[in-house]
């Protein structure tokens, strides 16, 4: 008995089927449509190959990057697909399959979380915290060996902890939210500050944006860190003191033993991870009096969100 | 078969014999010694009152102001009891009951949080966060019905949550702790702040005081504002939306059905709950679209915290 | 003898020939171009077309929008027109004319500053603080009845004030600038975050914007707050706020008499100056101690610029 | 012509005999007192003194620790001296006089960076300030080589400059003020954060405290931080970096050519001016595109603001 992990990302969609050991059987792909009927159709289509293959599949889960109600079932909303507001993805593609399978929808920081906690670095640890360092900040927690979702399904909103009183205005409304200090974005915005400050380091962040800061983007930035360029390192110094700073906070409410870093962002390794290491000890409360927890990248791969959103689903159907 | 709860305070010591449904059969209280050795001896003497009622004392819950190990049984340090470092406290008592008594440690806000989760207005509740107000900014977490206590049994330290980058200075040696904006001693602050801005307005408060505003204390403002003054008031609003916006800074972590705000400066009642809830609404993430947590005053009254270390050690023996 | 004076705005170039008691007898007004070459050409037509109607215009003012050196003849850099890096404006002009006038360039801000102070709000008073907010924040200081220049031309760079540590990041590569929490821009980013906290409120702003909030502009929120509608009020209420705090900061250090705020925000009157009168109060030093500045929109003009640089030239050429 | 100039400090008076060069003729010092009338004794003492020396003395300037009113003969209040509120000093001094000698008051931190100016580090710049870090942050501004004092007596009081938005509260009654971050007061908070945070470095500094934490006073740290103690260092680095950062908002204001740093806390020179000048640099605005300020430790000693205030006293009489 099988269950199709679905990832719908913003560029595209992935689908999965995998056993009960989490391995992957057979796996699609295809580019993500900006209507939410025709995200449905894509996920159907998915199945219906899958099907092909393989004799049932009466569960499915499905990783989507917007706020998912405590029922697992309904979006309430999403910054990517605007028509997502209380929109029943659970009930549409239940609907479409006629009933035989059985769906659950996760948000998608949570599902790369439970994907690094059964597959990848956080395996064997017992609460867990994983960040998600991409365009934002995305945050999955992991409580007693259960993902841990909240009273409403709104728990590990940690890109939106307040760090900086009367801070950077985020997206949400709300200022000083942690992922306008440590995100992809951020990374962008410490290296554009550090050029215009310091216009005699920039050379090579303007050689590799054309000249026009405005369109400097952070993979330019992670490569010219990893060149040894001194103002793409004091971009990533940044955002690692600010991602420190953050798990800091978070141990002061969980006091997690295991952090998994992923997303895109952590790519450059230890370039982000030892400012966050170094600054997390400096921030964090009763250092010198308590066990620290370990700080670990993510080794799940990208196909952890759809396995994750796989697994979770057939617990939650076994439950 | 009972259990005795013992409360180790600020001023006094406080024990009492519990049955199964956590209903006290006799209860004691000596003032606090300030040698651990003297507090052991404190502790004994109320265990041996307590054999002389009751035939057997199997167990023993202890509520300490101070930070206990994930073992439950050793303090790492506490800021009221100087030579508590790594001190451990559970095979002293041990020791001295002839190891006929198993002793269980926890810590003290942890213990009130658990009061008022079995007894109080948490009862009922599934994930709940108790805010103790005194002197500083205690904390406790109940997720799926359980204290959670964390990897190193540092979880919960919401009075150290950072919210303001290079704020004030914490006894703990960070800077910009929630409890140094809501506390009593914030509340304190925050009136000799408003006597030195509004002089026009600081008749009552002076009077209260003395005419010294070092001798301000806060149980002055508390009464001050009862009777209506207009700065005690503006004291108590701005440790309430400091308040709110801690518990904002929690529910992006944790999202809990239920706060529980308790400690001797919540006997205000809405003088302080109210600033604090419209804040909580103010700095939430997302507020327009999700459900929100109920802000409860506790009800289980003092005895709470020594009733919930009786409960937890049962619990912890039966396990 | 008349005197010229120029203002090179973001989209007009304007000049004016003035006479000895800043009486404006003629003026021209043309697009702005891109190009420092075009922009020279535009003001030498205005000149020669003045030349036309007066026999001698030996003295020349230019109101630019950058930086200006010490030597009153040089750019150093400016925001919009990116050329003018180490750019000899004055050379250029003086050049042009054949060596028959004198040039002197003085920075926009500061030529509506004191052109707020010989005709306007500031006349009369001693020490002036000029506050324009338009899309940033600009600021200009009297001293003593005489405009304030700095040891480096770089006094009363007031919109970059630091206000909030680790706050917004701003264009000038710091963060937490004044000109981030109270100008055009600033108005827009809290009438979105408005908009995304309160949308059960957003109902007139999301008309003025056709429901696209990234396309919504100051003047649509100044519309909606004379009209009543309550988030522009709020908007509103915060930049006003901040810009009292940025008034008392400036009161710590240069402690004038008067403030005068100009711009094209302050066009909605006692809603932007009410929040910033009584925030100004609520932190100014020694508040209850002191005689306080007076606070008053700006009273001259759109020419006022073009007006100070006039009257600023004929001075240095008369020193 | 002789010029008495007095500086009431914390713990002494000090009076001396000017000529018009500043050249000190003969010079007393007695404890302070109190009480005003005491003090006014004392000062009518010294006077006497000096009539017996000096043929004729017919002005007195004279140093007080309190905001001085534009008149320059009131104290509106001290946090010194209790019963300075609103007290006409230069009044009750002259009539002890028989009205012989006209009388100046001036603000201590002024008389201080007046004394730098005509006899110190500021000797020969135009527009100076000067930072006094002592138990607080004094400050006194030179424009165009004249002290400037602003429309109400209340310019330069840059310790009260707001650094951080919801900051550590100040005696003043607001919060973030720079002299909460960068001053001898805030050199031991720093001192004893890091003593808590860094146990394991604190050994040097608990010495010299006698192990508590409490007892720590600025000189210890001063002390330490000569012999190298890193904790000790780590502090100065920390109140460094803050009066870097007060200066560079202080030049977006006045940008000024010289900052002269005084107090007592300077004697450790470059321990405490390198941090600050590489902080100037990294938070001053445009720092890539324009001339920058010297920053230079005081060099006029101990009598400057006794020098300075019978300087300032004798340009006011001739004015």
Redesign the interface.
């Given at each position: 008995m099988y269950t199709l992990g679905i990832d719908i990302g913003g560029t595209k969609i992935a689908g999965a089927v995998c056993d009960e050991n989490d391995k992957i059987l057979s796996q699609w792909r295809v580019p993500t449509p900006t209507e939410p009927e025709d995200i449905n159709d894509c996920i159907i289509e998915i199945y219906n190959e899958a099907l092909k293959l393989h004799d049932e599949i009466p569960t499915m889960g499905i990783s989507a990057a917007g706020?998912v109600k405590a029922d697992r079932r309904t979006i309430?909303?999403s910054a990517n697909i605007a028509k997502w507001i209380d929109y029943p993805l659970a009930d549409r593609i239940e609907e479409l399959t006629d009933h035989k399978c059985k769906v659950v929808v996760e948000n998608d920081a949570n599902c790369a979380g439970w994907g690094e906690y059964i597959l990848g670095a956080g395996k064997g640890s017992?609460?867990m915290v994983m960040l998600t360092v991409g365009t934002g900040l995305g945050g999955a927690?992991v409580?007693n060996g259960e993902l841990?979702?909240?009273?409403?399904?709104?728990?590990?909103?940690?890109g939106?902890?307040?760090?900086?009183?009367?801070?950077?205005?985020c997206?949400?409304?709300?200022?000083?939210?942690a992922e306008r200090?440590t995100s992809g974005n951020a990374l962008e915005?410490f290296a554009?500050?550090?050029?215009?400050?310091?216009?005699?380091k920039a050379e090579r962040l303007l050689e590799l944006c054309g000249g026009d800061v405005h369109a400097l983007e952070g993979k330019m930035v992670s490569q010219a860190a990893q060149e040894g360029d001194e103002l793409a390192l004091y971009a990533f110094g940044k955002i690692g003191e600010w991602l420190g700073?953050t798990m800091?906070?978070?141990?002061?409410?969980?006091?997690?033993?295991t952090f998994v870093i992923g997303g895109g962002v952590v790519s450059v390794g230890d370039i982000l991870l030892e400012p966050a290491r170094y600054n997390y000890v400096r921030?964090l409360?009763?250092?010198?009096?308590?066990?620290h927890?370990q700080i670990l990248p993510a080794t799940a791969g990208g196909d952890a969100g759809m396995i994750g959103a796989a697994d979770l689903a057939l617990r939650a159907v076994n439950a």
């Open positions: 706020n309430s909303f017992r609460n927690i409580i841990y979702r909240g009273s409403f399904g709104m728990a590990a909103e940690l939106h902890l307040p760090m900086v009183s009367d801070g950077d205005f997206g949400c409304g709300l200022r000083g939210c200090y915005r554009r500050a550090g050029i215009r400050r310091m216009p005699q700073r800091a906070a978070i141990a002061a409410v969980i006091d997690p033993d921030f409360q009763a250092a010198a009096y308590r066990e927890a």
